[in-house]
């Protein structure tokens, strides 16, 4: 592979004003979030035309429409979003009602997600817009490589994922009291080796 080839076509020169810093060209991380905030929905003219609601509200909608009816918690799990980000998308949603709660047959206590007729209207349009930008977004990749970089995410979410609850879990066994977000943390470690075990 030609080596210009991995890195951005704009690029700035690294300060002197420190040692040795961060180049941020060659960090995955930072290389993957770019991508990630290009990717945002309401960043996207053809999408902001069906709807003006933020990232957040975006995400959680598409995860009711997805997997309806749904707790609040798995959505959560689902996208690794903490729980405060998904109570304001749910309260957003609910006073646009485009989404509705409904009391699990199974369990009262637990409160369902679900969409109403207005909120399966908007989905439908987003999700129709998404799949034209996915087919666009794909056309420069093979299938082949499609799959491995599927592969290469599950591969990179996995270790992210045990990387941030191993730091958490340290801090928590030395003792420290760690913030609600970091104990979700370890929740969502615990649940998807669970589900690697029982799998």
């Given amino acids: 592979m030609n080596q210009d080839a991995i890195y951005p076509k704009v690029s700035f020169p690294l300060t002197d004003l420190i040692d040795s810093p961060l180049d941020l060209n060659c960090h995955l991380p930072f290389r993957l979030a770019v991508v990630t905030n290009l990717l945002q929905l309401n960043k996207d003219a053809l999408i902001r035309n069906i709807t003006p609601l933020e990232p957040r509200e975006f995400r959680v909608l598409l995860n009711i429409g997805s997997y309806m009816p749904i707790k609040a918690a798995d959505i959560a799990y689902l996208g690794r979003l903490d729980s405060y980000t998904v109570s304001r998308a749910v309260k957003t949603l609910l006073n646009d009602q485009l989404i509705t709660v409904e009391l699990s047959n199974q369990n009262r206590k637990i409160k369902n997600l679900v969409l109403t007729e207005k909120g399966i209207e908007i989905y439908r349009l987003i999700c129709k817009s998404i799949d034209h930008r996915t087919t666009e977004l ?9 799959n491995e970089l599927m592969r290469l995410l599950l591969v990179l979410e996995n270790k992210a994922e045990s990387m941030i609850a191993s730091h958490a879990m340290k801090e928590q066994q030395a003792g420290i009291d760690i913030p609600a977000d970091q104990k979700e943390i370890i929740r969502w470690f615990k649940k998807s080796a669970k589900a690697s075990e029982n799998s």
């Fill in 138 to 146: 794909e056309s420069v990749i093979n299938e082949t490589d499609k």
